[in-house]
């Protein structure tokens, strides 16, 4: 993954050299790095303004005490695990501190032509929206909003496989970054506790019957507290530090969730969603369970599992059934989805 | 349908207050359209530059003797038949002069906000578009050029049958302007003597599963001659002036096309494709033949007609399959499609 152009590739390294919180003079940092002493001291003012705390002092160097938790890009990639090398999102990776939404900018990078891979997150949404023209509260520098251009070679029909594999990668993440057994309900709902703790928006322009992009924006709630939520939705909603009970590094689970996304999409590009589809039902919480799908006549069963396309299987009075898209409630409301 | 905003609402009276090729006094025509001279002959300085040759003699007032023949809004209402009431295609009417697609523009005004019905046509393309990234040859004043904003309530997967809604359109246009036999080929190429003659370019912005807005583009070659086309394209193109003989009036042309349309995605809209099947088979030419269709592997076999989904049914090897998308090719390469 590569900084947006523009927002110096040398940031990383400064931040590379000066990791550990000892002190660093600036004629190690400058050998080190290549550059003029001038030129370390301009860099260290550039981070302090993007919310790193560098102490500096004569004849000790500088020091790194701390950084606001931010979404940086640098920060981001610090937190890549060396043994991660992405295969389609390599960015670059487009950082803003208040947007309208991630995935209305992904959206125009990409009509400008911004290619596969091209990432955008931001501290806060203004606008930030869900599926159905819903809103998504979107507060400032608590969650992960994050949106992804893709251009996989696929008819529109399968686009909303891509909604599974973002569900894929966001529960993944938060299994792989905190103790908390995130679940999946179908389609691409992640719960904890029965409480939704992330969003997945998916939007496509195409020909009738080619891709031309598809945006796959993520919303995950991270810091939020219960009053970053309006009060309907403090029983439905959660958040990873709520459940958890500890706040949770954004940078390090951004990047943890762009790793897990990068890795189920090449799954996907290279054996459709039916090599995804074992990794997608050992998260999912609905098999087993008696559910009703909205729909002319609603569909009410016993869920099956998920098939090679992504479609959910219901048992129910005609059989096993096939559902492609539908709203899907518990029968049993006593039950919580786990 | 109405003229686009600030385009005046009143050009079509005028028009309507001239027409019979005789002379109208300017006290006539004011008292007609409830206006003071002075703005009659306002009105009739901005139709001139519009195209339209209108004499003005003191004494015997305004005759309008002829007019370039444009795709102008008011020309192109004047040509539907007061019979025809649209149901969907209602407007706003956008006219260009010069554009660099129809399409383009159409998209931003539906991602602005534009409604379902919204039309742009525009005289020239310079920047014409077709299927799967290719051009569209688009000389200035002698084709149709047009594009609609349609926002169905159904998922993506079914935005391919309003392609097939489209062709059907075309042909039936051509059938009721002219004397030419239009035919189909699957998907939505329109032939006249086995040369396409028309185009159509489907897009679409959606979330995974619901459309947001279509824009169905459409282009017929009406008046370009040979020489309009390049020539590598000269024996598989044609227009309705190159094949009937004599030149079509554009207008009427646009105005029978758009009343098609309305009609067909009205019935779509009401039965799905299945209320237009039988009406698709009626100008199908493949029905019968024998095809191969590309893939892998390729499907080659007798062509059976078409379902209700619009999928192309080719009886081959493996007994009859449904195709949904793919390039036909007759495999006795002597015949013609007629």
Known sequence: MSASPGRGATAPSLLAALEGNGWRSGAEIAQRLGISRAAVWKQVERLRTRGY?????????????????????????????????????????V????????????????????????????????????????????????????????????PPLEVPRLTLVAGIAVAEAIRATTPLAAAIKWPNDVLLDGRKVAGVLTELE????????????????????????????????????????????????????????????ASFLAGGFAALRQRYEALHCLTGRRVEVD?????????RGVDDDGALLVDGAGGVQRVVSGEVTLTTTYETLR
Chains 1, 2 share one sequence.
């Open 53 to 93: 705390d560098i102490e500096a002092t004569a004849g000790r160097g500088y020091r790194l005490v701390g950084a606001r938790d931010l979404l940086l890009p640098e920060a981001i990639e610090a937190s890549i695990p060396a043994s991660h090398r992405p295969e389609r999102l390599c960015g670059p990776l």
């Open 95 to 154: 950082h803003r501190d208040s947007i309208d939404s991630t995935n209305l900018l992904a959206a125009s990078l990409a009509r400008e032509g911004a290619g596969e891979g091209t990432i955008v997150v931001a501290e806060q949404q203004t606008a930030g929206r869900g599926r159905l023209g819903r809103s998504w509260v979107s507060p400032a520098r608590v969650n992960f909003y994050g949106s992804v251009v893709l251009r996989p070679a696929i």
């Open 206 to 265: 195409a020909e009738a019957d080619r891709v031309r992009f598809v945006i796959v924006g993520i919303g995950v709630n991270l810091n939020a507290t219960r009053e970053h939520f309006p009060p309907e939705l403090r029983d439905k909603a959660t958040s990873l530090a709520l459940a958890g009970g500890a706040p949770v590094d954004r940078a390090a689970f951004a990047a943890a969730l762009l790793a897990a996304l990068d890795d189920a999409y």
């Open 295 to 303: 729909g002319k006549p609603p569909i009410v069963g016993t869920v």
